[in-house]
């Protein structure tokens, strides 16, 4: 037996490998014990604001967050200060002075800030991107841990097609790193949990 041949039988004798279980690829993503303080944070480092309340008190906060807002459209039910229908409208050009938007999201994921929009009443799918400011509302128990919670819960169908993840106001930073919050979209963005 040359020396070759006395190595590789050795390693076949100290061959330990034994059938191992992979890990489960069920759900490996970020937990959280405070899913809205992970959400707040996250938010709030992408330019966003977060607040919580009771749904009798929508009216009130909006107003108070945008006082000088006139054109204002919604299509959230318990938000009653719309001087504007944007579903009204045939030319999504005629949106361009809106100056707040406030719309409803289906629920927020806490990794990442995010909150999905689908908002199947909705006419006009550039609504969230060309006016001046955006609130989204969601309900505080629609909170999940990640994106793999997030992607089990989105499905369409052939009526309702599309749907966005929304995290804050537009923002880039392509000019030398220097971040511009609302350079092509809203300028400010609030997500509001109600009770």
Known sequence: MTSKEQILASIREDRVVV??????????GMKFEN???????????????TLCIKKEQLDETIMNLYPDAKIITSNVKDFTK????????DDIHTLKDIEL??????????????????????????LYFISENIVIVVKK????????????????????????FISGPSK??????????????PKSGYVIFVD
């Open 172 to 185: 880039t930073a392509d000019i030398e790193q220097s971040l511009v919050i609302g350079a092509h979209g």
């Open 82 to 89: 719309v001087t504007f229908d944007a579903n009204a409208q």
């Open 35 to 49: 899913k809205f303080e992970q959400y707040k944070k996250m938010l709030e480092s992408v330019g966003g604001n």
């Open 19 to 28: 059938d191992t279980n992979l890990p489960s690829y069920d759900n490996f």
């Open 101 to 126: 938007c406030v719309v409803e999201g289906n629920f927020a994921v806490a990794e990442n800030g995010a909150v999905w929009v689908k908002n199947s009443n909705n006419r006009h799918r550039g």
């Open 141 to 164: 128990d629609e909170i999940v841990n990640n994106m793999h919670e997030a992607y089990e819960r989105i499905s369409f169908n052939s009526e309702d097609a599309y749907g966005v």
